[in-house]
């Protein structure tokens, strides 16, 4: 019951590390407490996984320290992760905005995984419930399944998105165990919600998508924004609710190729309702409701030149307030997690507790959607797979 090193979590980071380390002979242990392996690889990328992003750079990543996962990130890039997708022959396209994803499905991933650590005799011990953790020489993991000892402990348990498939919050209890601190965690890449008084005005046009732009707290992303029947989701809602906060407004540019001004100066003298002028650029029924909610939907010759300043004012910058997110059981990751201060960036090890490694989403690292959180997840496992 001993082994060079101990994994706990067997997902992206943590099989990542575990193939690292065993192919440089190290005897490694993969400790994961659900039945089934790599649910939450399975479920990604609707079910095809946006494994890398080719751009991925320190700036698409949030942190206390945005400097932090530059090391790891450069050390295993988006090619090294192509080139083992290709040793497996999975075939794989770019959707957008350098998004890869697996043609087939993303049980191709977890196959490759389970194999690269089957090459690299890894040894499993699944499904076990760790009850605690020693440190003494060595670590003691105390299981269901027994006890083990190792020089190294790597915490890859992830964050608290989709408790329904095994997220758990264990990485941070044994952070605080270990007397390191944790970051505020919150739900991000999530769908916002609408207070009742809003939602009754938009809840009814639920599966719209309009091209915009979304910016909040210096943020800004271009998207297709989603009404859905408890707020706002699509790209650019998952993305600017990294950066969101109880409390603020996003704006929205309804209009981003557009003069709003423009458009509705030309229509002035026009008999036509707002709302049917709006919808040449807009979707319909999304400009007829929007009219509605913040002016009236009248002939667009009824308006003031000052009121059509104001609307094509508020086309591009729509001011709107969620109520909240839809939390972490729809939420794709966690945002904050192990003060990135307490590790080394070079190898993920904690400073103050020498054999203890913090990888992938556990980590205060939060990707934008688009492949990112998964690079990391691939970076940082190699990075501790060749220091444990
Ligand atoms: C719906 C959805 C879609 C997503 N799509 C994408 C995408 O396409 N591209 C992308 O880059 N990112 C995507 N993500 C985010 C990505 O899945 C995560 O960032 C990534 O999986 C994090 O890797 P990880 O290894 O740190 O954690 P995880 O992959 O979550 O793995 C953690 C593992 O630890 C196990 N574990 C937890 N607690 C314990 C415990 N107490 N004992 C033992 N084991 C434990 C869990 O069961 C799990 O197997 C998506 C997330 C969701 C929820």
Same mark, same amino acid.
């Given at each position: ?53 080719? !751009? ?8 206390? +320290? ?50 690269? &650590?089957?090459? @690299?005799?890894?040894?499993? &011990?699944? $499904?076990?419930?760790?009850?605690? =953790? ?6 003691? =993991?105390?299981? !269901?399944?027994? /006890? ?7 915490? @890859? ?5 989709? $408790? ?31 207070? $009742?008084?809003?939602? #009754? ?8 998508? /309009? ?25 650019? =809602? ?10 603020? !407004? ?9 003069? @709003? %001004? ?13 709302? +049917? ?5 807009? $979707? ?6 929007? /009219? ?24 591009? !910058? ?18 904050? %997690? ?20 913090? =990888?992938?989403?556990? /980590? ?14 691939? #970076?940082?496992?190699?990075?501790? %797979?060749?220091?444990?």
């Amino acid at each position: 019951m001993s082994a060079d090193a101990v994994v706990i979590g067997a997902g992206a980071a943590g099989m990542m590390c575990a193939i690292e380390a065993g192919k440089r002979g190290r005897r490694v242990l993969l400790l994961e407490h659900a039945e089934k392996l790599g649910e939450k690889i399975r479920i990604s990328g609707g079910g095809r996984c946006n494994f890398t992003n080719v !751009d991925a750079r320190s700036e698409n990543f949030l942190s206390a +320290n945005p400097d932090f996962c530059r090391s790891a990130l450069a050390r295993y890039t988006p090619r090294d992760f192509i080139a083992l997708v290709e040793k497996h022959g999975i075939a794989w396209h770019e959707k957008k905005l350098g998004q890869l994803f697996c043609d087939g499905s993303a049980q191709q991933i977890i196959d490759m995984l389970r194999a690269e &650590c089957d090459d @690299a005799k890894v040894q499993w &011990c699944m $499904p076990a419930k760790v009850a605690t =953790i020693e440190k003494r020489e060595r670590f003691a =993991i105390a299981t !269901d399944r027994g /006890v083990f000892e190792s020089a190294s402990l790597v915490i @890859a348990s992830g964050g608290l998105s989709i $408790p329904q498939i095994g997220a758990s919050p264990f990485g941070y209890r044994i952070a605080e165990q270990f007397g390191l601190a944790v970051t505020e965690l919150r739900p991000a890449l999530v769908g916002l919600t609408f207070a $009742p008084d809003t939602l #009754a005005q938009f809840g009814d046009l639920s599966g719209i998508s /309009v091209d915009a732009v979304v910016s909040c707290n210096g943020a800004s992303f271009r998207e297709n924004l989603l009404v859905t029947h408890r707020g706002l989701s699509g790209p650019a =809602i998952l993305q600017i609710s990294s950066y969101w906060r109880p409390g603020l !407004d996003l704006s929205v540019n309804l209009l981003p190729d557009r003069d @709003a %001004g423009e458009i509705l100066e030309s229509a002035q003298a026009s008999e036509k309702l707002l709302a +049917n002028v709006l919808g040449e650029f807009l $979707p319909q029924r999304f400009a007829q409701r929007w /009219v509605e909610f913040n002016f009236e939907n009248q002939p667009v010759k009824r308006f003031g030149a000052t009121r059509l300043r104001e609307m094509a004012q508020r086309l591009h !910058d729509w001011r709107i307030r969620p109520s909240g997110t839809a939390g972490y059981k729809k939420a794709e990751v966690t945002l904050g %997690g192990v003060d990135t201060r307490e590790l080394s960036s070079k190898s993920l090890e904690a400073r103050k507790v020498p054999g203890l490694y913090f =990888i992938g989403e556990v /980590v205060d690292v939060t990707g934008h959607l688009g492949g990112y959180n998964f690079q990391w997840a691939w #970076a940082s496992g190699y990075a501790a %797979g060749q220091a444990v």
